[in-house]
Each structure stands twice: as structure tokens, then as C-alpha cells.
């Protein structure tokens, strides 16, 4: 590269710091990715074992899961409405099927923020290869003593 003309290397260098952009915001999008499929997880569990509150009575002993590890006995006491955390520490009882309901409305909003994420790092992979062409064309047309081609050729 030190036989190049300052304008290549100015390009590539451009072209590189533009490539470790597109990859930064790559990876922000994978995390949020991430976040999202275990949100996801915890909201189809929570609906369906909402829906199977529909098998049991007031009274019946359940195992009460304290995190992945551990579980205590417990007795149902109402078997028809479930308490819901609706946002700002704010939970409010609800009757079975609402509450499913907006589980449900809460886990399509989640996949479609899923879907718009992957669409945009499909985008961004597309972009940082389109530039990963352009710096080894630079590159190679260097190389050969050529004139680079033009920006997006």
C-alpha cells in the first residue's frame, strides 16, 4: 500500500472506517437480536402457562418455579385472573383470556420488531460486502498499476 497514491489510500481508509461502522451497527442489531428472542421465550412461557390455568381449581398445589432453579409449593387461589405487570411497576389483575390476549398482542409487536431488525442487518451485511468489494478492487487495480474505478463501480 505505501506505492499507492495518497487518493487510493485515502479511499481505502474511508472505505474501511465506513466498513467497521456498518459492522458496529451489526452488532448493536445482533444484541438487540438477542434481547429480543429471550423476550420472546418468556412470552410465549408466561401465555402458555396462562392457558393452562384453564386445568386447574382454586385450592390445587402447583410448583411455583423461583427462577430456573428452584421451585415452591403453592396453592392456587384464583385459578380465573392472574396479576400483570403492566409497566412503571404497575400490575393489575386481569381475567385469564385478557391477559393471554395481550400476551399474545405483546408477542406479535416483539416479532415484528424481530423481523424489521433482521431486515435491517440483512441490509447492513449487504452494505459492508458491497464495500468490502470496492476496497479490493481499489486494491487489485493498485496493485496493477491502474487507476482505481470510480466510487460505487
Same mark, same amino acid.
Do not use: H
Given at each position: 500500500?505505501?506505492?499507492?497514491? +495518497? ?24 444484541? @438487540? ?18 392457558? @393452562? ?75 459492508? +460486502? ?13 496493485? @496493477?498499476? +491502474? +487507476? ?6
Amino acid at each position: 500500500m505505501n506505492q499507492m497514491p +495518497q487518493s487510493a489510500r485515502d479511499r481505502i481508509n474511508l472505505l474501511i472506517s465506513a466498513s467497521k461502522e456498518y459492522e458496529a451497527q451489526a452488532e448493536q442489531i445482533q444484541m @438487540q437480536l438477542e434481547l429480543i428472542g429471550q423476550s420472546m421465550a418468556a412470552t410465549r412461557i408466561t401465555g402458555e402457562t396462562i392457558e @393452562q390455568l384453564k386445568d386447574l381449581q382454586d385450592g390445587q398445589e402447583i410448583l411455583l418455579p423461583l427462577g430456573n432453579l428452584a421451585f415452591i409449593k403453592a396453592k392456587i387461589m384464583d385459578s380465573s385472573n392472574v396479576i400483570v405487570n403492566v409497566g412503571a411497576s404497575i400490575n393489575i389483575e386481569k381475567p385469564n383470556d385478557k391477559a393471554k390476549e395481550d400476551i399474545d398482542k405483546r408477542l406479535e409487536e416483539l416479532t415484528k420488531s424481530q423481523m424489521q431488525l433482521r431486515q435491517a442487518l440483512q441490509q447492513i451485511i449487504q452494505k459492508v +460486502q458491497q464495500i468490502r468489494n470496492e476496497i479490493e478492487k481499489v486494491a487489485t487495480a493498485m496493485q @496493477q498499476g +491502474q +487507476q482505481p474505478p470510480a466510487v460505487g463501480s
